[in-house]
């Protein structure tokens, strides 16, 4: 059995996810919690139950929105290329989505995203160069805008990635690196291009996953370590952001 959490904070609010698997032979049960469901007083909303056959297919009820989630996985091959297949449907919303992905080699392949409505297609081509930088430019015939990726793995495992969004003209760059003490930290920036005052915002994320049997004091610690650093974050953030609104008065 397997738990996992994860913390964010910003500026604005602060949000939680927890999610416990058991495994039962090929399928893998999961309850996920959001929100106020781990914040706030224990309840049932924001609870979704998951199950799983890995690379075959993923079953989600959504308990609040009473929402089924169908998701099915299958790979062929195109001209000796291996094709990645991903159908997704659901029932509350009526809506499907298929996503595909062509690998061409190592370093070359094309994602399509088709939502099963006219222009709902997204594209996006991933060019591999050298072996620690990728390049991901993409296209999105709905609203005809395009977005560009660049990221590249450092010499210690981390990710540094730096993103812009032609739509909403927004400009992100992210860090992500492995805790000391197990799990992963991220800290994504982000500037909205299109607004008269260009403030950064910063958003802090912190996630955990547990071996079940590992003694629950020591997963308690780490969670309350995790949560209070990214609690000091967040003061340590507003603080720089009633600095910046005085310059910009």
Not at 30 to 45: C, E, H, I, K, M
Not at 197 to 211: G, H, N, Q, V, Y
Not at 214 to 221: A, G, L, P, Q, Y
């Amino acid at each position: 059995m397997k738990a996992s959490f994860r913390g964010s904070y910003d500026a604005d609010n602060s949000d939680a996810t927890g999610s416990v698997a058991f495994n039962a032979g090929a399928l893998n049960l999961r309850a996920s919690v959001t929100g106020d469901t781990l914040t706030n007083t224990p309840s049932l909303n924001n609870l979704t139950l998951s199950v799983e056959n890995p690379g075959l297919f993923n079953i989600d009820y959504n308990l609040p929105k009473k929402d089924v989630k169908f998701q099915f996985m299958n790979s062929v091959r195109v001209n000796d290329k291996p094709l990645n297949l991903t159908y997704t449907h659901s029932m509350a919303e009526n809506r499907t989505v298929l996503d595909g992905t062509l690998m061409l080699d190592s370093n070359h392949k094309v994602s399509v995203n088709y939502g099963f409505q006219p222009r709902d297609c997204k594209v996006k081509y991933s060019l591999g160069c050298g072996c620690e930088t990728t390049v991901e430019p993409s296209y999105d015939f709905g609203d005809n805008s395009w977005d560009l990726a660049v990221w590249r793995r450092l010499y210690d495992g981390s990710v540094v990635r730096g993103s812009y969004r032609s739509s909403t003209k927004v400009l992100g760059m992210d860090f992500r690196t492995k805790a000391a003490a197990g799990g992963s930290f991220k800290v994504t920036a982000s500037v909205n291009l299109a607004e008269e005052k260009k403030i950064p915002k910063l958003t802090a994320e912190s996630i955990w996953d547990f071996e079940m049997c590992i003694k629950v004091t020591k997963c308690e610690s780490q969670l309350k370590a995790s949560w209070t650093a990214l609690k000091v974050w967040k003061s340590d953030y507003k603080s720089y952001l009633n600095k910046e609104n005085v310059l910009f008065r």
